[in-house]
């Protein structure tokens, strides 16, 4: 069983509506009426709270069971702007579920099972080995940190890398350390690694993991970022220690774990196929068009934006982005309106394609137009217009805004076509990109 967490909504900003733990510690769902419908669906717990710092009472009530709106409405949302925050004293008695027996590998007897299905889980995530065995070694204490090598009479004296002051065991150092626990608490994760108190590094990320391996699909975001944030203070301390006179500032940390998150991303986040299977099958089997819009089932006569992104990614320089401009062409029944390219800056072929639905949208709205359908090439693009919360974590904002925009529209849909019907838009761009200047 998963370790049970909380969360303290604050002003609701980075907890996700479909996150476990926020209301009363259990996940809830929209109403299934609304699953279906075309809707932009409410992402953050932020969506649900008005302009008087209250909740919405119209959007609770569309988008939840009776039952579930006043769970929620017990929730009291502070008058300033306070952060979210994990806790984990999520019981109505406001003890810590440690004591309940909730967290594993502190009970012997169940502790070997559950330590084998920890492991079994962990290995088959997608994340690069060397992230692995690095977890694997710091769970294991085998990592070469001060207290483990003066155990094995390697060093006499090992005061901690980053703050100088105490002695550097693998729970100070990714835990306690006055400089770790800053960067916990100001990573997108916003944890509180203090709670519960006392806690080794090795059960209380283990629990962490647990809890957010089971909380969301494989790969996830946020198991992503636990394992990143770990790695990179190991990367941080590493620094302090092999060249003392570099800076290895927590300002540098977040630049390190940066650029390990744009590798991630490049490395199998945006080619995860991000298609629901249910929804896949269904889709190739009937052949119909696969599309996301809004207002669709009343359009008027339409124009048709063509779009299409361009990225190339410069393997010469991992730091490097890449290139990317998008090319558009626009035509109604009696042809050619307009066309046009932009260079913009993109970290991957799927982000490109993202942002030139988007910017396409808008230079139609520019001209004028308000009934238009939009040509894309990619699938996963348009699977994430309906489910957001498995798209790649680059192009969600993007999502989130082509939603918003297409509300301005009379009528709009993104369609899926084939690569073929895009290739006028493909080549204006192709030719953007590599002038390095729009047209
Ligand atoms: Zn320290």
Request: charged content about 25%; hydrophobic content about 40%; some cysteine.
């Given at each position: 069983m998963a370790p049970k967490v909380g969360k303290m909504v604050g002003n609701g900003k980075t907890t996700k509506i479909l996150e476990t733990g926020w209301v009363g510690g259990k996940k809830?769902?929209?109403?299934?009426?609304?699953?279906?419908?075309?809707?932009?669906?409410?992402?953050?717990?932020?969506?649900?709270?008005?302009?008087?710092?209250?909740?919405?009472?119209?959007?609770l009530i569309k988008w939840f069971e009776p039952k579930e709106v006043n769970m929620i409405k017990t929730i009291h949302i502070p008058a300033f702007d306070v952060k979210d925050e994990y806790t984990w004293n999520g019981t109505s008695n406001g003890e810590y579920l440690i004591k309940s027996g909730y967290w594993f590998g502190l009970h012997k007897r169940s502790g070997d099972y559950e330590t084998s299905k920890f492991w079994k889980r962990f290995w088959s995530q997608n994340f690069w080995p060397k992230w692995k065995i690095f977890y694997w070694k710091l769970a294991n204490g085998a990592l070469a940190t001060g207290v483990n090598l003066r155990k094995r009479k390697i060093l006499s004296e090992s005061p901690c890398p980053l703050c100088g002051c105490e002695e550097e065991s693998d729970t100070h150092l990714f835990k306690d350390c006055e400089i770790?626990?800053?960067?916990?608490?100001?990573?997108?994760?916003?944890?509180?690694?203090?709670?519960?108190?006392?806690?080794?590094?090795?059960?209380?990320?283990?629990?962490?993991?647990?809890?957010?391996?089971?909380?969301?699909?494989?790969?996830?975001?946020?198991?992503?970022?636990?394992i990143?944030?770990?790695?990179?203070?190991?990367?941080?301390?590493?620094?302090?220690?092999?060249?003392?006179?570099?800076?290895a500032t927590p300002k540098d940390f977040f630049e390190i774990a940066k650029h390990w998150k744009i590798r991630g991303n490049k490395a199998w986040r945006d080619t995860e196929d991000i298609i629901t299977e249910q929804g896949r099958s269904n889709r190739e089997k009937s052949k119909d068009p696969f599309w996301w819009g809004y207002n669709w089932a009343n359009q008027e006569e339409h124009a048709t934006m063509i779009v299409d992104g361009a990225w190339k990614i410069n393997s010469q320089d991992e730091d490097d982005p890449g290139k990317a401009a998008f090319g558009w062409f626009f035509q109604?029944?009696?042809?050619?309106?307009?066309?046009?390219?932009?260079?913009?800056?993109?970290?991957?072929?799927?982000?490109?394609?993202?942002?030139?639905?988007?910017?396409?949208?808008?230079?139609?709205?520019?001209?004028?137009?308000?009934?238009?359908?939009?040509?894309?090439?990619?699938?996963?693009?348009?699977?994430?217009?309906?489910?957001?919360?498995?798209?790649?974590?680059?192009?969600?904002?993007?999502?989130?805004?082509i939603r918003e925009t297409a509300k301005i529209f009379n009528s709009i849909r993104i369609l899926n076509v084939i690569r073929e019907k895009v290739s006028i838009a493909h080549s204006i761009a192709v030719k953007a990109r590599r002038k390095g200047s729009s047209l």
């Open positions: 809830i769902k929209f109403k299934s009426e609304e699953i279906d419908s075309l809707d932009p669906q409410p992402l953050w717990v932020s969506d649900l709270i008005g302009q008087n710092n209250e909740w919405d009472n119209n959007i770790t626990r800053r960067i916990w608490s100001c990573s997108s994760l916003g944890i509180n690694s203090q709670q519960p108190n006392n806690l080794s590094v090795y059960v209380w990320s283990r629990n962490w993991l647990w809890y957010l391996m089971d909380d969301e699909p494989k790969n996830g975001e946020r198991t992503f970022d636990f990143n944030t770990l790695w990179c203070i190991w990367l941080l301390r590493n620094k302090r220690i092999f060249k003392p006179s570099s800076n109604d029944r009696n042809g050619e309106i307009a066309k046009g390219n932009q260079v913009i800056c993109a970290s991957s072929a799927l982000q490109t394609e993202a942002l030139a639905v988007l910017l396409s949208m808008k230079e139609s709205l520019k001209m004028g137009y308000r009934n238009i359908e939009v040509w894309t090439d990619s699938k996963l693009l348009v699977a994430g217009l309906y489910e957001e919360k498995k798209a790649a974590s680059n192009i969600r904002t993007i999502i989130l805004d």
